[in-house]
């Protein structure tokens, strides 16, 4: 097989609507992800000078006790 027969077979592979729309779908899924990239940068750079809202506990409130360790740790020292 010649190059411009290998080429051609390639050139042909690439108009197959199968492969068309598997690179629609790959093309959108980069998009989006580019999209939501650029949209974590904008907001990265809008709220650079805010830290007390970035760093702040939404969910929690100034009278709220803390929240309870992850990790059981009255149960760790029962069994010492």
Same mark, same amino acid.
């Given at each position: $097989?010649? #190059? *411009?027969?290998? $080429?051609? *077979?390639?050139?042909?592979?690439?108009?197959? /609507?199968? #492969?068309? %729309?598997?690179?629609?779908?790959?093309?959108? +899924? #980069? &998009?989006?992800?580019?999209?939501?990239?650029?949209?974590?940068?904008?907001?990265?750079v809008l709220m650079r000078h805010h830290s007390?809202?970035?760093? &702040?506990? &939404?969910?929690? #409130? %100034?009278? &709220?006790?803390? /929240?309870?360790p992850w990790w059981p740790s009255a149960s +760790?020292? %029962?069994?010492?």
């Amino acid at each position: $097989m010649t #190059t *411009t027969q290998s $080429m051609s *077979t390639s050139n042909a592979a690439l108009g197959h /609507p199968g #492969t068309a %729309a598997a690179f629609r779908k790959i093309k959108l +899924l #980069t &998009s989006g992800y580019l999209g939501i990239s650029a949209l974590a940068v904008v907001v990265i750079v809008l709220m650079r000078h805010h830290s007390a809202e970035v760093n &702040s506990p &939404s969910a929690r #409130t %100034a009278d &709220s006790s803390p /929240p309870a360790p992850w990790w059981p740790s009255a149960s +760790l020292a %029962a069994r010492r």
